[in-house]
């Protein structure tokens, strides 16, 4: 069965301490892996889509990374306003002929001034 | 672009009541999906459709239905409260259902079953 786990399930730092989250999953034929941030109260916003193992995107502070076991997403220089959840998903095909989308529980980020 | 939009924003049944979700998106999307978020677990799908007229199930089925009448309307139908339903509900739109496409999350509705 196809999964994702995500490690640490919370993470404090301080604001300029970097540091990185992990995702690591579980799929037959990966075809893509999404990282997605999520505000309290609100939907997931979409970050990120990795492709294939050894590439790598940037969007500010974020740099997300891939290899055939996991995805790491590197926070360099945190700011308070990144703190959120931060969500990990991989598509998977459903058994009806569909796909659906595998999601982590996600990792909470607590950054302080 | 109001983009995906839910209703309510909260809500409150007993036990046995139904109630429906509403959910639209603006953007002429084709795929449209429901998922259920409880702590610790992650968002889990309930249904989705790939177009008007077409729906098919999720992981988390049972208790719900759904229907898409328009390309921009997909509500979710609880049929029968139950606490077990308990949880944030989202909704979510892609372009075309394509396996990588971008999923767009509405803001979600807090559903507590009592």
């Known amino acids: 069965e196809d999964q994702v786990t995500q490690s640490p399930e919370a993470l404090r730092l301080q604001e300029g301490e970097s540091s990185s989250l992990n995702c690591s999953y579980t799929?037959?034929?990966?075809?893509?892996l999404f990282w997605y941030r999520q505000d309290p109260g609100k939907g997931p916003e979409f970050l990120f889509t990795?492709?294939?193992a050894g590439e790598e995107k940037e969007k500010e502070r974020l740099k997300a990374t891939l290899t055939k076991k996991e995805s790491f997403l590197h926070i360099t220089a945190p700011k308070p306003e990144d703190s959120a959840t931060y969500l990990c998903?991989?598509?998977?095909?459903?058994?009806?002929?569909?796909?659906?989308?595998?999601f982590g529980a996600g990792t909470r980020l607590f950054v302080k001034a | 672009n109001a983009g995906v939009t839910q209703t309510p924003k909260f809500q409150v049944l007993k036990t046995g009541q139904s109630m429906t979700l509403q959910c639209a998106q603006d953007?002429?999307?084709?795929?449209m999906s429901w998922y259920r978020q409880d702590p610790g677990m992650g968002l889990r799908l309930i249904h989705y459709?790939?177009?008007?007229?077409?729906?098919d199930q999720g992981e988390v089925p049972n208790g719900y239905n759904v229907s898409r009448s328009t390309t921009e309307d997909f509500p979710l139908r609880l049929l029968s409260a139950a606490p077990s339903q308990t949880s944030v509900y989202f909704c979510a739109s892609s372009y075309s259902g394509g396996i990588t496409d971008t999923q767009y999350f509405g803001p979600g509705t807090r559903l507590t079953v009592l």
């Open positions: 998903a991989v598509p998977s095909r459903a058994y009806t002929g569909g796909f659906k989308t595998i």
């Open positions: 953007m002429n999307h084709e795929y």
């Open positions: 799929v037959s034929g990966l075809r893509g």
């Open positions: 459709s790939v177009g008007a007229g077409i729906t």
């Open positions: 990795l492709y294939s």
